[in-house]
Structure formats: C-alpha cells, structure tokens
C-alpha cells in the first residue's frame, strides 16, 4: 500500500471521530436535519474545519446505526416540506459524554507535551 | 443490514442529500450569488455524491456484501469478455464434477446407504459349508432340513427366514403374465421388521405345506393389476394355475432386493423386481431330506448385542450336531457362513464401482489441472495490469481476491453444470446397476449428491486457483512495470510449475488410458474366446410352463416334443432344440454322477452340472461330439447321456468311457445311465470360465418347468420373433413366453457390466485424454508467443525451420515424456486392484502398456505440431523489431 492513502486514512480516522462528537453536541441544542448539522458546525468553528457537507451523512449514519440519534422524515416549522430530523437519544448523551471526557484528555494531554512551562504554573 | 432494505435506505439518503443541495443553493441565492453559480456552490459545499454514499453504505455495514456482489458482476463481466476460456473452463470442471457426482451417487447409494429396513444393521445373510465340497462351492444355499433344526435351536437370532424368488404366470387366462414371487418362510416379515400396510402378513400356520395358498401383493403390483382398489383383500388369484387368497399389500416404501443365491456356476441377473410375496411351504419329504436340498436364500436379524461371529459359532455348534447325526452315505462336515446382508448385495460389485469412482475423480484431477494451466496463462498475460494496480495502491488481500473471484465463478458455474449433467448420467447408470443392488426404485442425485458436487467445486476452485493467487499476490509493481519488454517470458519458476502440471495431466491420462486399455483387451478376448458353440442365425426363446398344468415330466415332456415338431416345421428353420437353459444364461441343476462299483458316500462324489437337452440341442448350437454319437428321437425312453470331456476324464481316468454307466441319485431305485458320446468342453456357462464338468441327458428322462429354445434359421433370425412366439401359442396359449431374442444377444448380455464398465472408463479416458492435449496445446502456444524474439533471433542467425519444431517439439513432449513414465509407473502400482476383473491380459500387458504411452504421444505430439508450424512461419524480422 502506498504511503499517500495510508495518510489520507489516518487523517479520516481522526476526523472522524471528532466529528462524531461535534454532531452529538450540536444535537444538544435539539432536533436538527443534515444541512442545519453542517451549517451549525461550520459557522461555529468559523469555517475552519472547512469540510463539506457530504462527510456529515456517512457520519450521521454511523450514528444512526449505533442507536446514538434517531432520524425521522418530519415537516419543518418555518415551511412546507419534509427534512429527515435527527435527534439525540439517552444513548447518545451517554456517548457524548465519553467523547467529551476523552477528547478533554487528549488535548489536556497534547497541551502538556506542548506547552510544558504552562500547564506547570 | 439485509440486503433487500438497501435499496430503499439507499433511495432515502439520495432524498437527503438533494434537500441538502436545494437548501444550501437557496441559501447562496440569498447571499447573491447568481442561480446558476448557486447550483455549483451548493454542489461543491457537498462534495463526491458518489463518495459519501459509498462511505455512508459502509456505515451501514453492507461493504462485505457489496464487495462480494461487486467482485462477481466484476468477475462475470471479465469472462464473458473471454468467451472461450470460459466456456472450456466451466464444461472442463463441469465434466469433471458431473462424472464424480454421478457415479458418487450410485456409490453412495450402494454401499454406503443403510439398507431400507429396520436396523438393517442386524440383518446377516447364511449360508452353508460342506468341508468336502468346498472345492468346488465355496459355500451353499441352505437346507429346509438343516433350517427347521436351527429355527428350535439356535439362540443369536431374533428371527429368520428361507426364500426362494422365481417367475410364475399369473392369471388363467390365455397368455397370462408373469410375476415375479418371492417364495419366503413367514419369518420374513420379523426379519425385514415390515408388516403390510393393508391387510396382514401370512401366519406361521399359512407357511405349513397345504395352508400356503396366501399371497401378499407388493404395492406395485396392487397399483398398476388391481388399481389399489383396497377391496382386493380376501380375493383369489391364480399363480402358477393354483389360487392363492391375497391377504395383504405391502408399504409403498418396502422394496425387496432380489435374493437369487448366485451359485458359483453362472450367474443369473434377473433384473425383475419382487411383486408378490407368497409363503414358502416345505414338504414332509423335504424337510427330511438331511444333504439333498441346498436350495435356498437364508437370511436372519440378530438378536440385539450378538455379534456375526458369535452367532456363527452358535449356528455351527448346531451344523456339528447335525454332521454327526447324518446317515453313512451322506457323510458330510458342516458349518455356516454369515455374511452382513448389504456386503451380499454388494458382492464383487465393490471393486469395479470404487474403480469406475477412482477414473472419475482423476478425470476431475486432470481437468482441475488443466484449469489451473489456463488461468496461470490468464494470470501471466494480466501481469501489466495487476502491476499497475499494485503500484496504485491495491492491498495483497484485494490482489488475491481479484485472483481468486474468477475461479470462483467459474467453479460455482462448473460445479451447478455438473450436478445437471450428473442427474441426466444417473438413471442412465442405473439401468446398468445389478438387480441385487437396483431395487430401491429411481435413483437420482439427492442432497449428498448436490453436497458432493458443491463440495468438489470448492476444491476444484482451490486445486486450481491456487497457484494463480499466489503468484499474482507475488507481483512486485516495480519489477514488472520496469522490465524492458513487455513481451519478456514468464518467468522460470512459473514455466517449471506449468510443465509440472501438464506432466501430471499426462500422468493420469496415461494411467486412464492404460487401465481403459486392458479393460477394453480383456472385453474383446472374452468375446473372441474360443466358446465352443456359435450364435449365428440363431434365435432363442425361454418358456415358462405353468406348474398346474404341467406338474410332471409327462406333460411337459410332451408339450416340449410338439412345440419342437411345430417349430421344426417352419420354412426357414435348420435346426431347433431345448434345453434347460440357454447357453450363458445360467445353470443350476448340480447333481453327483455315481460310477457304477463307487461305492464312496454321495457327499465325497464329484458334483456335475446336470443338463436335459432334445437331441439337436448339439447341432443347434454347434457344440462338438468328439466321441461316440448323439441320442435319436427313435431310442425315446432311454437312459442316455453324453458326458463332456472333463466329466469324461473325471469319472473313468484313462479309460474310454462310451458304453459305461453311471447313476444320479440312488443306485438302487434309479435305472443308470449309459454313456453314448463325448462333448467338446466349452464355455456355456460364463465366458470368463470353462465350463464345469457337464452331463447332457435327454429331455425325455426329466425336463423342468423352464426351457430355452433354441432355433438356427437360413434368415435372418428377427424376422422369426413372431412366428416362434405364435407357434408356442399355437401348442398352449396359456404358455407365458418372456424373451425372444438372438442367442448373440445372449451373449452380448451375459458381458454387459464388463461393457458398461469399459464404455465409462472409455468415456473418461478420452476426455482426460482431449484435455491433456489441450494442456500441451495451451503451456506450448505460450511458450512460442512468448519466445518469439528469441526463435525470429536464431532464424536470422541461419537456423532452419526443422530445427525450430524440434526445438518447439522438445520443449512440449518433455513433460509428456515425464508424465506417461510416472503414469505407466502409477498404473503398474495399482495393478493388483484390477487383475481380478482382466480376463486373459495381465495388467502389466506391455503391448497395452506401450499402446497407451503411444496414444499420449500422438496426442501430445499433435498438440505440439500446430505451435510448432507457427513458430516455424515466424518472420525473424518482424519478430525482432515488435516491441
């Protein structure tokens, strides 16, 4: 296998994780459908994630099929046509919990490497 | 994930992703950008359609699915782009899967099915032994007398039962049927644990000599004579002209082998199955008679826990008493031999079955072989491509899977081909399987069959795709892709496996050929072996008197003598005569000839076959008298008889034995015979034998209830079918007449499982054969493609075209030259396996032998010539410069 597609799948595994819990947590806020997801995640990082839209739906999938959200074709408030709603179950909040406390260790842990003089003060 | 909700899942995320695009272009309108940008915004903000839904199917968990699917359509759609490839590919493995699953089945089914009864597992066949005689018969039919004697004491069985099984009319109307009766003590009922579905089996009462008038129907029958009408209970019907009440119908599933006690001189195979069941009663004479009846079928069920030597030991301390207790003249040392019913019905059957199962697997061998070739030429060709999905990322495992996906078709296409072809080969082959053995009703490939033949894909599909895998898994991109040439040869190793496997080939095929090859030698020497009598012009006919009608050598006597009159009379006829039997159709009336001033007891005296014949039984048949003269219907009366020539130096050693006497039965009650002529030794009861010592005397000293009829004509003796049958009618219409047939035919019949044999084994053999040539053709065709720089090199260097096919001839017959040394090598190896069925070729014949190497080489030579013509036609200029 070559070097170049081992690193694009490192970089996906990464990401992909991260981005589990990012739409667990922007489901905090409720029920949402793919696009409001996408448009929540990339406004609130400022667009620096810079990804498309389309990563988010083999994402909400996986969710989906581990019973973290559940999805349902509902009618949205503000007009007249179906979205498929996602939502957080009690699962999902468990979850998202885990990959909280984790993904907390991890760059309290990446901190301490790099900036050792600040994490001593 | 099932796979059927995919579709609909899949329907859904497409719906997603559109809402997703149409909001995110309403959205980029709003913001300004003009609609027709917006649409390649939004579809840019999304990303690869394409790309999200296959990693939103993984999500779902249906890759392994879809890979599968996917490595199918994939492998399908490469074979179809090779048509001929794949066509020999699939109908080589389809061959081979075929022949295996079908003689498998019969194998199987055979010798491996229980039997349909009851713990069939209890159910021991008996048979007697006579110390003085064993000689001669190996082992006898059992005594009525010595029977009854177990039957109070004998302790190992939990039942037992005596048969008898021949053909008698039923019905008294003119030119009644006949029916085939399994004559059985009414222990058989216990024995084979089976009671009648309708109505109730005959009691012990009804099995005693003048009760026996009761018949149970077998399902059959009751079907097709009587339309299962359940009201034929307590009916009567005429067997053999007397009635018979039936009392009961046997199960649709109970099926009864034919239980003839195969003497050891000729074997009859009637192939009719079992219709009635009626008892078989004995009379006060015959359970007296000590040594006189060794006659019948015996089989019994053991009791539970008692093992087959146990109840031999048990069963011979009773054959002891018996010995000991036997009259003076009949001195005879007894004992028994038990055998497990099903290895009875096997019989000698085994050996040419696992023989035939053996030719049918190396056929597959060599067609897995030959598979293996083509895909590792496949493979080779593919290297360019394989390299460049190496070097673009392609993981071993998926380079194996591309590998292996193809043979994995073509073996799931192959190996569902073959189980086609062997449910067509299956019933074909069971009219060929010996009665004893064909009584289960059709035969078809069943689910161990379709096992058999799933499983024999998968190995095929692993024998062959084995060695392509590897050496694709193998592929090192760099090497490939910077090799000079892209014509470079394969490589060394890869040349070597494919010589190997084409030696193997030829290895096998030569065993094949070799072992068709003495089997094939050994037909035609049986039925070019000097017989002593001839068939031209000569038609035969087998009577069946009715017993009621005819009870004693009188009548039947005297029907035999008009029928002869009537037949005589016919324009057209030569000669005509009956006999006992027809010649090679079996024999069964042993008798011991008692020289007068013998005064040995009867068991020590030699046993003769006993054979009444008219007195142009000789000339019909051409049989020689070599001495003396034959008897003339003027010394009606007399007790005559001719002697064969082994009887002849048998009984008077050294001396002449016209004009002497001799007696069959008791010397003192019967008038003794004069012998008057010597007859040639012949082989009237099997081709494979001479024949026994053989007494023919006159039809008007005894005559049976059967005969054959044996008619020489100047025309061509088919036209005379009809006549002969409407001329027996014309003397008794109530004569059931079963065959009409050429004494050829006869013949024929009598080596017909041999032929079978030898047509299958020819079969395979031809086939192994057509595709080792076809391996040659393939490793030589390559080795010429790929060394045709080379060859256009020596051209341009002065080489002439003779020596280019003897290069080309070389590098093809090398292999072949190795495998036939290594397959004559195999051959003689398992030589001991097969020289029991040879008749008169050794199985290390070298004439065979020779023949078989030979028959390779031109096949392998002729698949090396075509090549080689083009290797000598090659351009050295064209060939030079193609890069």
């Given amino acids: 296998m070559s070097s170049m597609a081992k690193q694009a799948q490192q970089r996906v595994g990464l990401l992909q994780g991260t981005l589990d819990m990012l739409v667990l947590r922007t489901l905090l806020y409720g029920p949402a459908h793919g696009h409001q997801i996408g448009k929540h995640i990339q406004r609130t990082t400022n667009e620096f994630l810079q990804m498309q839209h389309g990563s988010l739906y083999p994402a909400l999938h996986r969710l989906e099929q581990r019973g973290w959200v559940s999805a349902k074709w509902e009618t949205a408030p503000d007009r007249n046509r179906e979205f498929k709603y996602y939502r957080l179950t009690d699962k999902g909040r468990k979850q998202l919990l885990v990959e909280e406390s984790q993904w907390k260790q991890m760059a309290e842990a990446v901190a301490r490497v790099m900036w050792p003089a600040a994490g001593e003060s | ?883």
């Fill in chain 2, 1 to 883: 994930m099932k796979w059927w909700q995919i579709k609909k899942r899949d329907a859904d995320l497409e719906q997603e992703l559109q809402s997703d695009l149409e909001l995110e272009e309403e959205e980029q309108r709003e913001n300004g950008v003009p609609s027709e940008e917006a649409r390649y915004a939004a579809r840019r903000a999304l990303g690869n359609t394409t790309l999200i839904r296959e990693q939103t199917h993984e999500a779902w968990g249906s890759a392994a699915f879809e890979h599968l699917s996917q490595d199918i359509r994939y492998a399908i759609r490469q074979l179809l782009r090779s048509p001929g490839f794949t066509a020999v590919t699939v109908l080589t493995l389809a061959l081979g899967i075929g022949a295996t699953t079908a003689i498998f089945t019969l194998v199987c089914d055979v010798m491996l099915r229980p039997l349909p009864f009851a713990r069939a597992d209890r159910l021991v066949t008996v048979e007697e032994k006579v110390t003085e005689w064993s000689n001669i018969y190996p082992t006898l039919p059992v005594s009525a007398n010595h029977f009854s004697f177990w039957q109070r004491h004998s302790r190992s069985f939990d039942s037992m039962t005596l048969l008898q099984q021949f053909p008698v009319p039923l019905g008294s109307s003119d030119r009644p049927q006949q029916v085939e009766v399994m004559w059985a003590t009414p222990g058989i009922f216990s024995v084979l644990q089976v009671q009648p579905s309708l109505g109730r089996a005959y009691t012990v009462s009804e099995g005693q000599k003048g009760n026996e008038h009761v018949a149970v129907l077998m399902y059959d029958l009751w079907h097709q004579r009587f339309n299962a009408d359940p009201g034929v209970l307590g009916k009567t019907i005429q067997l053999d002209g007397a009635p018979y009440t039936i009392v009961g119908v046997m199960p649709r599933s109970f099926h009864v082998p034919s239980m003839q006690w195969s003497s050891a001189i000729g074997e009859t195979d009637r192939s009719r199955p079992v219709e009635v069941l009626a008892p078989l009663a004995f009379s006060k004479e015959r359970l007296a008679e000590e040594m006189g009846d060794l006659n019948y079928f015996g089989l019994a069920r053991l009791n539970p826990g008692v093992s087959v030597s146990a109840a031999t030991a048990d069963l011979d301390g009773l054959q002891h008493t018996i010995s000991e207790n036997l009259a003076a003249n009949e001195k005879a040392t007894l004992s028994v031999a038990l055998t497990p019913f099903q290895d009875t019905l096997v019989g000698n059957n085994r050996k040419p079955l696992i023989i035939l199962l053996a030719a049918a697997a190396c056929l597959l061998l060599v067609g897995c072989v030959n598979v293996t070739n083509l895909l590792l030429a496949r493979a080779v060709g593919r290297r360019q491509q394989m390299a460049v999905a190496a070097a673009l990322g392609a993981s071993r495992a998926e380079m194996v899977r591309m590998a292996i996906r193809e043979i994995v078709v073509l073996a799931t296409a192959g190996g569902g081909l073959g189980i086609l072809l062997a449910s067509g080969m299956v019933p074909a082959m069971q009219r060929y399987l010996p009665p004893a053995l064909n009584f289960r009703g059709p035969l078809h490939v069943d689910w161990i069959g379709a096992g058999c033949a799933l499983l024999l894909a998968f190995i095929a599909s692993l024998l062959a795709g084995a060695a392509p895998a590897l050496m694709i898994s193998r592929t090192a991109p760099f090497e490939v892709l910077h090799s000079e040439s892209r014509l470079a040869g394969e490589s060394r190793g890869n040349r070597r496996a494919r010589r190997a496997l084409v030696g193997i080939e030829v290895a096998v095929s030569v065993a094949l050929v070799l072992m068709t090859g003495l089997l094939t030698a050994s037909l035609v020497r049986l039925m070019s072996v000097d017989r002593g009598f001839t068939t031209e012009r000569t038609i035969t006919a087998t009577l069946e008197l009715p017993g009621k009608s005819y009870q004693d050598d009188q009548h039947r006597t005297a029907f035999y003598k008009t029928v002869l009159e009537h037949v005589d009379r016919l324009p057209g006829v030569e000669h005509a005569a009956l006999a006992s039997g027809l010649p090679l159709d079996g024999d069964d009336w042993g008798d011991m000839a008692r020289v007068q001033g013998d005064s040995r007891p009867d068991t020590q005296l030699p046993i003769e076959n006993v054979r009444w014949v008219s007195p142009d039984y000789f000339s019909t048949i051409h049989l020689e008298v070599i001495a003396g003269r034959i008897f003339s219907p003027g010394e009606w009366g007399k007790n005559l008889a001719l002697v064969s020539e082994k009887t002849a130096k048998t009984l008077w050693p050294g001396r002449n034995p016209i004009g002497r006497q001799f007696s069959l039965g008791n010397p003192a009650t019967e008038k003794p015979f004069t012998v008057i002529g010597i007859v040639r030794d012949a082989r009237t009861v099997s081709l494979a034998k001479p024949d026994p010592m053989l007494i023919y005397v006159p039809y008007w000293y005894r005559t049976e209830g059967t005969a054959g009829l044996m008619v020489r004509t100047r025309q061509e003796p088919s036209e005379m079918a009809d006549t002969i049958r409407k001329t027996i009618w014309s003397v008794d219409g109530s004569v059931p007449v079963p065959e009409v047939r050429a004494l050829t035919g006869v013949v024929a019949d009598s080596v017909a499982n041999q032929r079978f044999e030898m047509y299958l084994l020819l079969l395979f053999a031809a086939s192994a054969l057509f595709l080792a040539g076809l391996g040659v053709y393939g490793v030589v065709t390559y080795s010429v493609v790929q060394r045709n720089r080379e060859i256009g090199l020596r051209m341009a260097l002065g080489a002439q075209r003779a020596s280019v096919y003897r290069l080309v001839l070389r590098d093809g017959l090398l292999p072949v030259a190795g495998g036939a040394v290594v397959g004559i090598v195999l051959a003689f190896g398992s030589a001991r396996m097969v020289s029991s069925l040879l008749f008169q070729v050794s199985p290390y014949d070298p004439a065979v032998a020779v023949g078989a190497v030979c028959v390779l080489l031109a096949v392998g030579t002729t698949a090396c010539l075509l090549p080689a013509r083009r290797a000598a036609s090659v351009d050295p200029m064209r060939a030079l410069r193609t890069e």
